[in-house]
């Protein structure tokens, strides 16, 4: 049974900065590539980010790239989303997905989800 369970979340003020984990079992990791996305309240699932599986290509949706940064260390089958310099607009809930597919990616195009969890930027 394959399970995405993310971690990291919280309350932050704007500015500051957290670190998402995702950690995976299950499935073989390192041929999976790996994505971020997240929900804000009201709005449809976007897309974050992506990385290959053996962690050399990544992507991001515009309004976070040079702001944000994947990563993954395939020997401990984690994913990680590094997010400094937090805005209020970042606030969502924010899900990883194992996914077959390469590049931006819809939500469609993954395989797995973890149940998310709550990134809250105050003012």
């Known amino acids: 049974q394959v399970q995405l369970a993310e971690s990291g979340g919280g309350l932050v003020q704007a500015?500051?900065?957290?670190?998402?984990?995702?950690?995976?079992?299950?499935?073989?990791?390192s041929t999976y590539r790996m994505a971020w996305f997240r929900q804000a309240p009201g709005k449809e699932r976007e897309f974050v980010?992506?990385?290959s599986s053996g962690g050399i290509n990544t992507f991001y949706v515009d309004s976070i790239k040079g702001r944000f940064t994947i990563f993954r260390v395939n020997a401990k089958n984690t994913?990680?989303?590094?997010?400094?310099?937090?805005?209020?607009?970042?606030?969502?809930?924010?899900?990883?997905?194992?996914?077959?597919?390469?590049?931006?990616?819809?939500?469609?195009?993954?395989?797995y989800w973890g149940q998310g969890t709550q990134v809250t930027v105050s003012s």
């Open 15 to 29: 500015g500051g900065s957290l670190r998402l984990s995702c950690a995976a079992s299950g499935l073989t990791f």
């Open 49 to 51: 980010a992506s990385i």
């Open 79 to 111: 994913v990680y989303l590094q997010m400094p310099s937090l805005r209020p607009e970042d606030t969502a809930v924010y899900y990883c997905a194992a996914t077959q597919k390469y590049g931006l990616l819809s939500p469609s195009e993954c395989d």
